[in-house]
C-alpha cells in the first residue's frame, strides 16, 4: 500500500532511470548503457536523492563491468576502477554514494571473471532491495514517534525537498514516515516546501504524493514560520544526505532554517536516513563537504533569466542543521533521540 513508485529499474543488461528533472509534466524514464553516462546523469539530476544516487551508482559499476567484458579489455578490473572513481565524483555531498561504491569495489578485485557480471549485478540488486525494506521498517519507527507527540487526532506534519520513494530505491525515507504515518490514520495533512531552485517540493514531493493520494499542500520556503505560528503541524520530517559523528545533518538546503523556526514554535524535527547516510569518519558538520551548483540554477527559470541582468548569484545546495536542534534521527537499526556521538556509535555497532 503507498508503495508504488520506482525511480531506478534494472531491465535486461541496461539501467532505466526515470528523467526528475521533467517530473511532473512527463514521466520518462531514460536508458543507460555505460558508467560515463550513469555519472552524468548523477552530476545533472536525472537521478537525484541520497540513496537513489548511491543504488544508481551501484548498478554504474555493473555496466562498466559488462562493457569492459564484452569489449573484451584486457585489464577489466582496471575499466571498472577507474568508473568508480569516476562515478564517486558525481556528487560530493551525499555519502550514501561513496557507501555504495565502498561495497562493490571489493567485489571488483575479488571476483574470477567468468562470475564478475553476476556477482554485481547480485550486490547491486540486494543494495536496492535492501534500501526499499529499510525504509519500510523506518516508516514503522517514525509513525511510532508521531503517534507519541500528536496525542489520538491526526496532525499535519512539514517536509522539505524530497526524500521520496523517488530519492530512495522506493516508499521512501521521510516520505515513508509519512506514508506509514498516513496509513496509520496519523496524518491528516502533509505541507510541503517548494524547495527552491529546483522545486523538488513542488514538482516531486507534490507529485508522488498525489500518486498515493495522501493530501499535501504547497508552501512557498518562507511560509514555514507562519505555518508553525498557526500550529497546523507538530513535526518537521526530512531526509539526510550525510550524518556526521555528532549528529549534525546535510540536508537540502533551507532544512537548518526549518529546524530552527521549528525549535522556536516548539514542533519537533525528525530526520529519516538509513546508516548509509551516517558518517561515522565526519567528527562534525563542518566536516561535510557541501556542494555549490551553477549560479544559473538561481538566475534562470525553464532556459529564460528571470534575474536582474548582471546579478550575480551564489548557490550552495545543502546546509548543516546542528544537532541540537533535531528531535529524533530514525534509522532502519532503530531511533536515536536528541543525537550525540555516544549514542550514534552505539547505534552503528548494533
Ligand atoms: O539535490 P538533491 O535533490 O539530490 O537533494 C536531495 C535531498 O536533500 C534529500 O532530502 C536527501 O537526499 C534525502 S533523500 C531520501
Known amino acids: 500500500m503507498y508503495d508504488t513508485i520506482r ?10 532511470l526515470l528523467d526528475q ?14 558508467a560515463e553516462a550513469v555519472a552524468t546523469a548523477i552530476s545533472e539530476m536525472v537521478v537525484r536523492g541520497a540513496p537513489a544516487i548511491g543504488i544508481t551508482a551501484a548498478y554504474g559499476v555493473v555496466l562498466a563491468t559488462q562493457q569492459a567484458l564484452q569489449g573484451h579489455v584486457a585489464d577489466w578490473r582496471q575499466a571498472v576502477a577507474k568508473a568508480i572513481a569516476l562515478l564517486a565524483k558525481a556528487r560530493p555531498t551525499a555519502v550514501n554514494l561513496a557507501w555504495a561504491l565502498a561495497e562493490m569495489e571489493p567485489l571488483v578485485s575479488k571476483v574470477k571473471e567468468h ?3 553476476e556477482k554485481l549485478l547480485a550486490r547491486a540488486v540486494a543494495i536496492h532491495q535492501q534500501d526499499i525494506a529499510d525504509n519500510h521498517t523506518m516508516g514503522e519507527l517514525g509513525t511510532a514517534l508521531i503517534a507519541q507527540g500528536g496525542g489520538a487526532n491526526p496532525v499535519g506534519v512539514l ?4 526524500a ?11 516520505l515513508g514516515v509519512i506514508r506509514s504515518a498516513f496509513a496509520a490514520g496519523k496524518i491528516h495533512q502533509v ?16 507529485w508522488e504524493l498525489l500518486q498515493d493520494k495522501i493530501p499535501v499542500t504547497l508552501i512557498a520556503e518562507g511560509a514555514a514560520a507562519r505555518l508553525m505560528h498557526q500550529q497546523r503541524v507538530t513535526w518537521v520530517v526530512v531526509g539526510a544526505d550525510r550524518i556526521a559523528a555528532n549528529g549534525d545533518v546535510a540536508n537540502k538546503v533551507g532544512t537548518s532554517g526549518v529546524a530552527i523556526i521549528a525549535r522556536h514554535y516548539g514542533v519537533k524535527v525528525m530526520v529519516v536516513a538509513p546508516t548509509s547516510t551516517i558518517d561515522m569518519h565526519t567528527t562534525n558538520g563542518s566536516g561535510i563537504p557541501i556542494e555549490e551548483r551553477p549560479a544559473s540554477e538561481l538566475l534562470d ?3 529564460e533569466t528571470v534575474a536582474a541582468a548582471g546579478c550575480g548569484a551564489w548557490n550552495p545546495v545543502f546546509d548543516v542543521t546542528p544537532a ?3 528531535d529524533a534521527i530514525v534509522t532502519e537499526k532503530g531511533v536515536v533521540e536528541q543525537p550525540s556521538y555516544a549514542k550514534l556509535a552505539a547505534l552503528m555497532r548494533r
Open 7 to 16: 525511480p531506478i529499474i534494472w531491465h535486461e543488461g541496461t539501467l532505466q
Open 21 to 34: 528533472r521533467l517530473l511532473p509534466q512527463q514521466v520518462i524514464y531514460n536508458s543507460y548503457t555505460s
Open 115 to 117: 562470475h564478475a557480471l
Open 159 to 162: 517536509t522539505h525537498c524530497n
Open 164 to 174: 521520496g520513494a523517488l530519492a530512495t530505491g522506493g516508499y521512501g525515507t521521510a
Open 191 to 206: 505541507y510541503a516546501d517548494e524547495t527552491r531552485p529546483w522545486l523538488q517540493g513542488a514538482r516531486l514531493t507534490a
Open 301 to 303: 527559470f525553464h532556459g
Open 324 to 326: 541540537s536542534l533535531i
